[in-house]
């Protein structure tokens, strides 16, 4: 099996040395366009931030000369991207997956290290009627543990529901979710925008499914009780499994990154809850408040560590949801 991996990042390269562990030739995608080559590859990874998808299929559509008998597997974060590949290369031809295991970008040596002891997995949801059973066997044989999913929206969604938690807020106030969680107030809107991923789901008839290592089912349930109950049962879950380690969107604004993932999730939540008719204004506002610091670092100022701040925005703009729903 020939395994050819666009993005060589943390997820890139973890996938990567989990299948060159069980001797499976793997290739990277070269960054320069300019210098991409012909692979004939069974299975194409594509392990790009969502932002940067549409440049992944472009690196694909020169790289793979028989794009029919290969299959396209997307372990990343939002939703969106297997669409875009589907588009491209077909839908029986794509497997939505998500990785929870916590890995750190690349060390020196280019490989990527698990950035906490406890087992995650990667889960597999083809979108077509194919199964791909060798491709999950190929890579439960590596030994990680291999989930497999009938609803690949059910997958993505429920990845999403992780990946919002604790990560815009962190990133728009620039502190730690070890420390968010103390923020009463912004921890409130935390498990309001949980509800609102859930209502979306809902509302689009997708249900949440627990994923390796994490409850989601049980996460949602929880953010559905009062708010200092919510806050009590989730802040010691969320500061232990997230703890001093910056989240993703933090990682890209203390980057200086001019984009981020922000839109292919809270962003994408808006979306949905604009085109179902369900209120979303945290995670409307998240959105927003992220996409302009990226866009103009001179922002940031006005958030960092001040999360009276943020949770003005929010009741303004549930201020203005409300107006709305009235008129």
């Known amino acids: ?30 960054r320069d366009m300019e210098r991409v080559t012909q692979v004939d590859a069974d299975v194409a990874i594509v392990a790009v931030k969502a932002y940067d998808t549409d ?19 997307s372990p990343q974060n939002g939703v969106g991207n297997e669409e875009k590949i589907a588009a491209a290369f077909g839908k029986d031809n794509v497997v939505a997956a998500a990785l929870t295991t916590p890995v750190d970008r690349p060390l ?46 059910a997958l993505k969604w429920s990845k999403l529901a992780l990946n919002v938690v604790a990560n815009a807020s962190c990133a728009i106030l620039n502190v730690l979710p070890n420390r968010l969680v103390h923020f009463e107030e912004v921890f409130t809107l935390e498990i309001r925008a949980i509800r609102e991923v859930r209502a979306v789901m809902q509302a689009m008839n997708i249900t949440p499914i627990d994923l390796p290592r994490y409850p989601v ?18 802040a010691g ?41 369900v209120p979303v204004p945290v995670n409307s506002v998240y959105a927003r408040v992220l996409e302009d610091i990226a866009h103009m670092p001179q922002l940031w100022a006005k958030y960092r560590e001040r999360p009276d701040t943020l949770a003005s925005e929010v009741e303004a703009e549930m201020r203005r949801v409300k107006a709305l729903a009235r008129a």
Not at 217 to 227: F, H
Request: net charge positive.
């Open 217 to 234: 089912r049980a996460l949602q349930g929880i953010a559905t009780l009062p708010s200092p109950i919510a806050r009590r049962l989730l």
């Open 108 to 153: 020196d040596d280019g490989h990527a290290k698990v950035a906490t002891a406890k087992e995650g997995g990667l889960a597999f949801s083809p979108m077509g009627a194919n199964a791909y059973n060798w491709l999950t066997a190929a890579f439960a044989s590596s030994g990680i543990k291999v989930q497999v999913v009938d609803d690949w929206r």
């Open 1 to 30: 099996m020939k395994v050819y991996i666009v993005g060589e990042g943390a997820v890139g390269t973890y996938l990567g040395d989990l299948l060159q562990s069980i001797n499976i030739d793997v290739t990277y995608a070269p």
């Open 237 to 277: 879950r969320v500061a232990g499994a997230r703890g001093t380690k910056p989240p993703s969107l933090l990682l890209d604004l203390r980057a200086g990154k001019a984009q981020t993932e922000v839109d292919y999730l809270n962003g994408a939540v808006a979306c949905a809850g604009r085109d179902n008719g």
């Open 55 to 73: 440049g992944a299929i472009e690196t694909l559509r020169r790289a793979i000369p028989y794009p029919e008998k290969c299959v396209f597997v």
